[in-house]
C-alpha cells in the first residue's frame, strides 16, 4: 500500500519534468531558427539600408568585370550586394531607385529627379538607358521584400547618345540613387572618362572607368644659335702723285692719282 502511494505521489513530478522538456526543446528549436534566418541574411538575402554616400558600382558583361568599351558595348552596372532604399514605393512619401550620369563637377547628393534627374546649370545631366530598347531607366520601385532591395536591374549600354556629339567628351561621375519625395537619399556611384571617337558607331564615343590623367606639356626648348659676322674684304688701288679715300662702314677704297 505504501508502495502505491509513493507512485502515484511521484507521476505528477514526472509530468512537471516532461512539461519543462517539451519548454526547453520549443526553445532550442526556436534558436535554432533565428540563427538560421541571421545566417541566411548574413549570406546576401538581405537589404542594407541607409542614407548618404554608400559606395561604389562595377562594370561587367557575361564575360567578366570590364573596364571600359564601345558606346554600343552592352554591360551590367551592379551596385554592393544588398544596396537598398529606406523604404520601398508603397510608402508615403514612395521611394524610388534611379540611374544618373552627369558631369565630374556635380555633387549627386544635390540632385533631384523627375523623369530622370533634373538638370544642372553648366554641366551635363542624364539617365541611363537599357541596351534592349534605349529605354531611360528612372523611377524604379525599390522591393518590398527584403524592404528597398534595388533588383530588375537592366544592361545598359550608351547606344542612346546618339548622334557623335551628344554626349561630350570629359570626366562624368554614374551609378544609382534612392530618392524620396523627387529628393537624393542615398547613392552609389564611381567616375568614368569619355572620349571622342570618330571610329564609333553610333555615338562617337569610348568610355573608361577612371579619371584620365590630364596630358603631359613639356616646356619649350630654346637652343641658342652662333652667330657670325662678316666683314667685306678692304679694296687699295694706287697710282702714282695722288691719293683718294673713300671709306664704307665695313670696308675701306683708297684710290692713287699721279700729282
Known amino acids: ?127 541611363l538607358f537599357d541596351n534592349a530598347g534605349g529605354t531611360a531607366v528612372v523611377n524604379k520601385n525599390p522591393s518590398a521584400s527584403p524592404l528597398g532591395l534595388i533588383s530588375g536591374i537592366p544592361t545598359f549600354s550608351f547606344a542612346a547618345f546618339a548622334p557623335a556629339g551628344t554626349l561630350p567628351a570629359g570626366a562624368y561621375k554614374i551609378g544609382f540613387a534612392c530618392t524620396k519625395a523627387g529628393a537624393t537619399d542615398s547613392y552609389w556611384t564611381t567616375e568614368i572618362t569619355i572620349t571622342a571617337d570618330t571610329n564609333d558607331t553610333p555615338a562617337g564615343i569610348t568610355w573608361t572607368v577612371g579619371v584620365a590623367p590630364p596630358p603631359t606639356t613639356l616646356p619649350p626648348t630654346t637652343t641658342a644659335l652662333p652667330t657670325t659676322t662678316l666683314s667685306p674684304p678692304s679694296t687699295t688701288t694706287s697710282v702714282p702723285g695722288s691719293t683718294t679715300t673713300t671709306s664704307v662702314p665695313g670696308s675701306t677704297t683708297t684710290t692713287s692719282v699721279p700729282g
Request: net charge positive; with cysteine.
Open 1 to 127: 500500500m505504501t508502495e502505491l502511494v509513493t507512485k502515484i505521489r511521484f507521476i505528477p513530478r514526472l509530468r512537471r519534468r516532461a512539461r519543462n522538456v517539451a519548454r526547453v526543446g520549443a526553445l532550442f528549436s526556436a534558436a535554432m531558427l533565428i540563427l538560421s534566418c541571421i545566417a541566411v541574411l548574413g549570406a546576401g538575402g538581405h537589404a542594407t539600408a541607409a542614407t548618404g554616400f554608400l559606395g561604389t558600382v562595377q562594370f561587367s558583361t557575361p564575360n567578366g568585370p570590364i573596364t571600359g568599351g564601345a558606346s554600343a558595348t552592352e554591360f551590367a552596372m551592379v551596385p554592393p550586394s544588398g544596396a537598398a532604399c529606406e523604404g520601398s514605393g508603397a510608402g508615403v512619401p514612395a521611394y524610388r531607385w534611379q540611374t544618373y550620369l552627369v558631369s565630374a563637377t556635380v555633387d549627386v547628393a544635390t540632385l533631384t529627379y523627375a523623369s530622370g534627374p533634373n538638370p544642372v546649370t553648366g554641366a551635363f545631366a542624364s539617365p
